[in-house]
């Protein structure tokens, strides 16, 4: 087969999917390797709770972005996109293909894309955010957007305390919304790419959630948070599958009701993940368990850009 140079193939979609699975099929048949575009993965103190491959699967293919960051360092989209950009560079010198799996949109975006600049922000501006965040919830933070900034309240990610905080000191410091620094102008990249997105239909991918999440528990995850409460307040640990455990080692919570509350907040971000990619031009969707028609799309699209 033919193999046009700097290729990025992305497979994409909401948690649960199959993600990896698909990934790694692809990635061993192109011989070649996988980069994550997970904020989460990422951290190597995080593992059960947020589904990082295990280990047979991460020998099976080299994986970068994967347990390579401690949760003490920080993590952003505009920091992924430079760690990314760097990588791939060397690895196209290797590879003429690179896998990219993940599903974080906006890590995806600002690889595929490029971010545009925010406005710096005063460091005490943003303690004096993330401490009120802490003492009085997330319930604060969406009563201030909905009041100071109605357009991130009404088409941002008003469940994820990271991005309305971020949200929330931009429109402070600056007097304007976050999403209007986003200019949709795209930024050039020195490969081409071949997007993907997984689906399933809802209720199965909502089943796939609740054993992984019931899967995860028999693993260790209670154990896993427990041994991260020290941490509780870094961003890194501001996610599903940990905030609602440290709720039930507060007392405000039962096991059971945390169980369920991640469950429940898990199939929440996936239908958020949808969405967003959704939104995204470029991707070609397949449903999850057709998979082996992947690799033929992609063999079939490298085949015509070597030419």
């Not at 999917?17 to 070649?32: F, Y």
């Not at 689906?199 to 028999?218: K, S």
Request: proline share 5%.
């Amino acid at each position: 087969m033919l193999l046009h140079k700097n290729v990025l193939v992305v497979i994409a979609g909401p948690t649960a999917v199959g993600k990896t699975a698909v990934a790694i099929d692809i990635a061993r048949r192109l011989d070649t390797v996988i980069l994550s575009a997970d904020s989460r993965q990422c951290f190597q103190e995080l593992s059960i709770g947020v589904a990082r491959p295990s280990e047979a699967e991460l020998k099976a293919v080299p994986h970068y972005f994967i347990a390579s960051h401690s949760v003490h360092k920080e993590m952003s989209a505009a920091i992924y996109e430079v760690y990314a950009l760097e990588l791939l560079a060397r690895l196209f010198q290797q590879y003429p293909v690179v896998v990219v799996t993940g599903g974080t949109g906006l890590y995806i975006k600002a690889l595929l894309e490029g971010l545009d600049p925010v406005p710096p922000v005063a460091a005490g501006l943003r303690e004096g955010i993330i401490s009120n965040y802490e003492t009085r919830g997330i319930g604060w933070l969406q009563q201030e957007l909905e009041k100071k900034d109605p357009l991130f309240a009404l088409k941002g990610e008003m469940q994820n305390p990271q991005r309305m905080m971020r949200a929330l000191e931009v429109i402070e410091a600056t007097g304007q919304s976050i999403l209007k620094f986003q200019s949709q102008t795209k930024q050039h990249r020195p490969f081409d790419t071949i997007n993907i997105g997984l689906e399933l239909p809802r209720p199965l991918l909502y089943e796939r959630i609740n054993q992984r999440v019931a899967g995860m528990m028999e693993a260790g995850l209670e154990a896993e948070v427990r041994s991260l409460l020290p941490l509780r307040q870094l961003n890194a640990l501001q996610t599903v599958g940990y905030q609602e455990l440290f709720q039930y080692f507060d007392g405000t919570l039962s096991r059971e009701q945390a169980v369920a509350l991640i469950q429940q907040n898990t199939r929440r971000y996936a239908k958020r993940q949808l969405t967003w990619f959704k939104k995204q031009a470029g991707f070609h969707w397949v449903e999850a368990t057709a998979y082996p028609t992947i690799l033929p799309l992609i063999k079939s699209r490298l085949e015509q850009e070597a030419k």
